[in-house]
Each structure stands twice: as structure tokens, then as C-alpha cells.
């Protein structure tokens, strides 16, 4: 990204404007959606960089972070844990009461939180939230439901994409 916000739809640009928090899935968004075998049947995921380093800067900038996953991964609690997310739900089935438990928590109400998920698991938590966005390679039914869909790929970027326009747009970048 080149440092100005491309959006033009002014809506989006009203709903990043209010948003206190944000939740993300995990396979497919922080990563490509390939998961490597090894010889010993541990899972592997790769995760972009850039992402990492977007969140540490949200954190920092005090948006609130969580993480629900229908994934399990130790490595991915560790990975979240040093980038400053202390909310990390793996193995979760229904993700939607997840969510309105973190917005009680939080004492935040939807349209301050948006959510990024990339496929039909994630579906109920964009039709709840404020900002509802995803990869650019997201099923297709999720890319309709979506106020914002990100020009990166899962596990390309589009997570520190997201974050930069998030923190733009309330001059906090």
C-alpha cells in the first residue's frame, strides 16, 4: 500500500471510522489455506509477515484483537501471543456466540467490530458485525456478504490491508 486510503465507497470509509475492534479467522486469512503435512502428521501454517507486524500496530494503537478459529494449532497461539492477541479461540464450531461474548467483554457493540473470515463458517459473524470484509479470494458467497474485500489474498496481505485502512482512516497509521 502506498500510504493513501483507495476506498471510495464513503460508507466503508464511515464504518472504518467507528471501529474499536477487530476479529479474524485464521485459515484463510492469515494464511493461504494450504496446510503442510509433515512426516510426524503435525500441521503446519505459513503466515505473512507484514500481517504480523500490522497487528502488533493495531494492538499498540489500542484496537482491540481476537481471534476464532475452527482450526487448532498450538503454533497458532504462540504466533498470536507475541503480536500482543491474548483472545485466541481455536476448534470453534459455532463462531457467532464466541463473538457476542467478546463484544460483552469488550463492552463494544457490532458496528465497532469488524471481522474478516473467508469462507461460509465465518458467514454469521459478518452478517453481525459493523465492518464485514474479507480476502480477495474468499468463497463467493462471502465476498457478496462483505462491506469491504480486500485487493490481497488470504495469506497475502490483506489483514495488514484491512488494519492500514482501519487505522487511516481514524489517523492512527
Known amino acids: 500500500m502506498n500510504g493513501a486510503i483507495t476506498i471510495v465507497d464513503?460508507?466503508?470509509?464511515?464504518?472504518?471510522?467507528?471501529?474499536?475492534?477487530?476479529?479474524?479467522?485464521?485459515d484463510g486469512v492469515f494464511t493461504d489455506n494450504q496446510?503442510?503435512?509433515?512426516?510426524n502428521g503435525e500441521f503446519l501454517r505459513l503466515m505473512?509477515?507484514?500481517?504480523?507486524?500490522?497487528?502488533k500496530r493495531a494492538v499498540a494503537a489500542g484496537l482491540r484483537i481476537a481471534i476464532i478459529s475452527g482450526g487448532k494449532s498450538l503454533g497458532t497461539i504462540r504466533?498470536?501471543?507475541?503480536?500482543?492477541?491474548?483472545?485466541?479461540?481455536?476448534?470453534?464450531?459455532?463462531?457467532?456466540?464466541?463473538?457476542?461474548?467478546?463484544?460483552?467483554?469488550?463492552?463494544?457493540?457490532?458496528?465497532?467490530?469488524?471481522?474478516?473470515g473467508d469462507d461460509l463458517p465465518d458467514l454469521e459473524?459478518?452478517?453481525?458485525?459493523?465492518?464485514?470484509?474479507?480476502?480477495s479470494d474468499a468463497v463467493p458467497e462471502i465476498l457478496s456478504a462483505c462491506?469491504?474485500?480486500?485487493?490481497?489474498?488470504?495469506g497475502q496481505g490483506c489483514v495488514r490491508e484491512l488494519i492500514e485502512h482501519i487505522l487511516q482512516s481514524q489517523n492512527r497509521w
Open 10 to 26: 464513503m460508507n466503508v470509509f464511515g464504518k472504518l471510522q467507528k471501529i474499536r475492534g477487530m476479529v479474524l479467522d485464521i
Open 35 to 39: 496446510i503442510l503435512v509433515t512426516e
Open 48 to 55: 505473512n509477515v507484514r500481517d504480523g507486524y500490522a497487528v
Open 79 to 116: 504466533r498470536m501471543n507475541v503480536l500482543g492477541v491474548q483472545e485466541v479461540f481455536l476448534g470453534v464450531e459455532k463462531k457467532l456466540p464466541v463473538l457476542k461474548d467478546l463484544l460483552k467483554q469488550w463492552d463494544m457493540v457490532p458496528d465497532e467490530i469488524a471481522y474478516m
Open 125 to 135: 459473524c459478518l452478517q453481525y458485525v459493523g465492518l464485514a470484509s474479507c480476502p
Open 147 to 154: 462491506d469491504y474485500v480486500a485487493t490481497l489474498r488470504g
